[in-house]
């Protein structure tokens, strides 16, 4: 059945910052480098969305309240590749590394399920904060633009500091660090070269630099592989030049990015949308900006009445389609349980 479109008024949300009062929406990135404080949101195949808002302030994210979200049913959800499709797609990215057309490939699947009608990604954004904490957690909620997100990204895309430019992708997934495997290692090393020139597209020649290598990062339920790329913009590089240098996210895309890109379009049934784009905020009265990778998130299609999600994995030639697989329900598992009916009165809040 299609929903209704949302009535609830715009806002974002980043953490404890609060963004209202939305001012102007528009597609072109180059209004960031101007002034004012904007919500950004940027799908994988390209489409953007930048919303300024009048006023910004520090609130504490809302404690969920009895009853605000009612998620849809456990076992609503259906995937765009099911298993037997995903570990095939897992030999086919496989086939094509074996060929020499890529030396890796991060392989997803959107999952699905009907919308509640009236469903606030806000309040779901408080549920995810108490049952799934993440670092970049946040809201982008503009109906009128089609645009309704509730994240747990554990990921950083960009962060900027006037022209320091820094970006931390995520390679290698485990339920704990024994069972992160050198593949993981390899994977990471792998994608950290792949940021480094994308970085090094835009900024100053001999300024990239990787200061952290393959930590481990511990989250809800998993483990990850983080490692930091920082470079520095020259004079004259904005916003346009940094996106077009840097985006789609290489921890999400693959090695090398245009052929991965191909592969993904080949593999791939259904768009990803905001699952791997960017979103977060950028203050360009100050210089500074933190845009997360879409991953961990959930968004609205209120014409067709659906809630999505997406979850992958990044496919080697060492990779076991078998375990890939049980990677993405990995990912997946423990916020489809917290955004699921029911989780509330059934599980409690999960800490």
């Given amino acids: 059945m299609v929903g209704p479109r949302s009535p609830l008024p715009p806002l974002a949300r980043f953490g404890e910052l609060l963004a209202t009062g939305l001012c102007e929406v528009t597609r072109d990135p180059a209004a960031l480098d101007s002034a004012g404080f904007w919500a950004v949101v940027r799908d994988f195949e390209g489409r953007t969305v930048c919303a300024r808002f009048a006023e910004v302030r520090r609130v504490p994210v809302p404690v969920p309240r009895p009853g605000a979200w009612q998620g849809p049913p456990a076992g609503s959800w259906t995937s765009s590749l099911d298993r037997a499709a995903y570990t095939a797609g897992v030999r086919g990215v496989r086939a094509a590394i074996a060929t020499g057309e890529v030396y890796q490939a991060n392989l997803c699947r959107v999952l699905s399920a009907p919308a509640p009608a009236g469903a606030d990604p806000d309040a779901l954004t408080a549920l995810l904060a108490r049952g799934n904490p993440a670092p970049y957690a946040g809201t982008v909620r503009l109906p009128a633009h089609g645009v309704e997100i509730a994240t747990a990204s ?33 994977e990471n090393v792998m994608i950290v070269d792949l940021v480094r020139n994308d970085l090094g597209r835009v900024c100053a020649t001999g300024s990239v630099t990787v200061p952290e290598l393959c930590a481990v990062e511990k989250h809800p339920g998993l483990v990850h592989l983080v490692s930091t790329v920082r470079g520095q913009l020259p004079p004259g590089a904005g916003w346009p030049e940094l ?25 791939e049934p259904v768009p990803r949308g905001p699952y791997c784009g960017a979103l977060g905020w950028v203050d360009a009265d100050r210089g500074t900006a933190q845009l997360a990778v879409g991953i961990r998130t959930f968004w609205f299609d209120r014409p067709r009445g659906l809630l999505h999600f997406g979850t992958g994995a990044g496919i080697t030639w060492g990779s076991d389609p078998e375990r890939e697989w049980a990677e993405t329900e990995l990912k997946a598992s423990r916020l489809l349980a917290v955004a699921s009916e029911g989780y509330e009165h059934s599980e409690g809040i999960r800490t």
């Fill in 243 to 267: 996106l077009a240098a840097a985006f789609p996210p290489g921890s999400v895309t693959g090695a090398p990015k245009s052929s991965a890109l191909r592969l993904i379009r080949a593999l």
């Fill in 154 to 186: 554990p990921e950083l895309f960009l962060r900027r500091t006037g022209r320091t430019v820094e970006s931390g992708p995520i390679k290698g997934t485990g339920r704990t660090e024994d069972e992160l495997l050198p593949k993981d290692r390899a």
